[in-house]
């Protein structure tokens, strides 16, 4: 959209402004107005033209959403629950809990996480099943204790441990939310079982650290080939809906400013048990992600193995 103001009689006076949708100004002309001067102390006659950090205008809106719409509670004296904006897979608030301890602080799920998946018929026991668990979980810095996530965070890391928790927890849900009578197999197993014999080669469970500076945890990453194939990022994504498009795409989002410029994502989706709307397929498609249904997975064999 493109406006244009006059805020006095001046006719010459005026100021253009290009914006995304209706919020967010993205450049300002301004036109015969009175010089500006810049944090570095230089001014600027007009016309002059203001460009706007995008990213930074988005970073700002999340740390503002995220500070209210976090709660804090007191409980059992020494723990604070955090109840976050995030949602689980029963659509519940996320929450976790912190406590002071040895200069810094303790931040765990108090084994929610583990407790609910069991309580879904969802059986970790297998070897299989805690190798991925574990590398999962290290992936994002989080351990075990007993059944608990839990991380331990210092007063300047406390945000981006913070962070890390949730991502792990949110990760963990959607690995594993399968009971045996509904799924007869992990889609992650099932992901590597394909690119191993299709003869693509993979690092699994790479992290970056993004432009916000959090860390991200990808799938598989896929090397720039000497045949000249770019670097390419492959996420598996078991439950295709908008929660879960949406957090792919904050990852690559965040993540690609970073990465060789001509990097590539796919996001690979189960369309075996539930059909994947149209609308997610064109979020994906819209920030140059690549979708793949699982049950088109033949179509990027050779893209992927170059």
């Not at 995304?20 to 033209?49: F, K, M, S, T, W």
């Not at 602080?105 to 879904?120: K, R, W």
């Not at 099943?129 to 965070?153: I, P, S, W, Y």
């Amino acid at each position: 959209m493109l406006d244009v103001t006059r805020a006095q009689i001046k006719l010459t006076k005026a100021a253009y402004q290009n914006r995304a949708r209706a919020a967010v100004i993205l450049l300002r002309l301004d036109i015969d107005g009175p010089p500006h001067q810049n944090p570095g102390g230089e001014v600027v006659p007009c016309p002059h033209l203001h460009v706007y950090d995008l990213f930074s205008t988005f970073e700002a809106f999340m740390q503002t959403w995220l500070k209210d719409k976090t709660t804090l509670r007191e409980v059992n004296g020494s723990w604070v629950e955090i109840t976050t904006p995030f949602l689980d897979r029963h659509n519940d608030a996320l929450q976790i809990y912190a406590r002071a301890e040895n200069g810094g602080y303790v931040l765990t799920d108090d084994s929610y996480t583990i407790h609910d998946l069991e309580a879904s018929g969802c059986n970790l026991n297998t070897e299989k099943r805690q190798d991925l668990l574990n590398m999962t979980l290290k992936g994002f810095g989080v351990r075990m204790n007993n059944e608990a996530l839990e991380v331990h965070a210092s007063p300047e890391n406390f945000p981006a441990r913070k962070h890390n928790l949730i991502q792990a927890i949110l990760a963990v849900n959607d690995l594993f939310y399968l009971a045996q009578p509904v799924v007869e197999s992990l889609f992650f197993e099932d992901v590597i079982a394909w690119l191993d014999a299709s003869d693509i080669r993979y690092t699994p469970k790479v992290k970056f650290t993004g432009i916000s500076g959090f860390d991200h945890l990808f799938d598989f990453v896929i090397p720039k080939s000497a045949s000249k194939h770019p670097e390419r990022i492959v996420q598996a994504i078991n439950r295709p809906t908008r929660d879960t498009a949406e957090a792919f795409i904050y990852k690559w989002s965040d993540t690609r400013e970073v990465r060789p410029p001509a990097s590539k994502a796919y996001a690979v989706l189960n369309d075996i048990e539930q059909t994947i709307s149209g609308g997610v397929l064109d979020a994906f498609r819209n920030y140059q992600i690549r979708p793949v249904p699982w049950s088109q997975r033949a179509e990027v064999v050779t893209e992927l193995a170059a």
